[in-house]
């Protein structure tokens, strides 16, 4: 079992939906938790970090922690097709991050 | 600007041949990351520094090759030894050693 699964998609949504993707994991020693998106051929943009249960939002963008069931989520409000992305979640344990595989997302205009 | 830089964007080499791939920052970063992308695998960590002249091997340190002499610079060598080398090459910088920002990457090419 991989340490963090992630759905690698690809997940096609229209234009204005909201989309929701997630991740989980087995390690119950990872302290902080981030959210990636990558462009095709550019390196990763850091979107959303966060460190305790809960919610946090950003604009358009909520990030989810639920510790309890290890298990993390990042919603996108009111998609745009230039949301049209790879996701990675990340987890850090010891200065170390662990990357889910990526969901490829789609939106169609 | 500040950033991390990578170099060549593309590079292409022969099989049996070494290569050296160049990352630089000025965030003034104490810790500098190497990362190999292939298709449907995430990103898996080569090697690290979190500090100048200083390195440990990640979870594919096999085949490569650093050296962190300068703060701001952690090369990273692609040797013969490695046995599929093709691949997108992202180098990662981080303060605290949690949040990573990531240059735009080296898609390497060997034949």
């Known amino acids: 079992q991989k340490e963090v699964e992630q759905d690698p998609g690809p997940l096609s949504v229209p234009e204005g939906a909201i989309v929701s993707l997630n991740c989980t994991y087995s390690n119950s020693a990872f302290q902080y938790f981030m959210w990636y998106r990558q462009y095709s051929r550019k390196g990763p943009e850091l979107l959303m970090y966060t460190y305790s249960s809960g919610n946090k939002e950003d604009g358009r963008f909520t990030a989810q922690v639920d510790k309890s069931s290890k298990y993390i989520s990042l919603f996108i409000r009111d998609s745009q097709p230039s949301d049209s992305a790879t996701y990675l979640c990340a987890m850090s344990v010891e200065g170390k991050l662990i990357f889910g595989q990526g969901t490829e997302l789609s939106v169609k205009p | 600007d500040g950033g991390i830089t990578q170099s060549p964007k593309y590079l292409f080499r022969k099989e049996g041949q070494n290569v050296t791939l160049s990352c630089e920052q000025n965030l003034n970063h104490d810790a500098m990351y190497w990362y190999r992308q292939d298709p449907g695998q995430g990103l898996r960590l080569i090697y690290y520094?979190?500090?100048?002249?200083?390195?440990q091997k990640g979870d594919i340190a096999e085949g490569y090759s650093v050296s962190r002499e300068k703060k701001e610079s952690f090369p990273l060598t692609v040797t013969s030894a490695q046995k599929n080398p093709t691949a997108f090459y992202l180098c990662?910088?981080?303060?605290?050693?949690?949040?990573?920002?990531f240059g735009p990457g080296t898609r390497l090419t060997v034949t």
């Open positions: 990662a910088s981080s303060y605290r050693g949690n949040e990573q920002y």
């Open positions: 520094s979190q500090i100048v002249n200083d390195f």
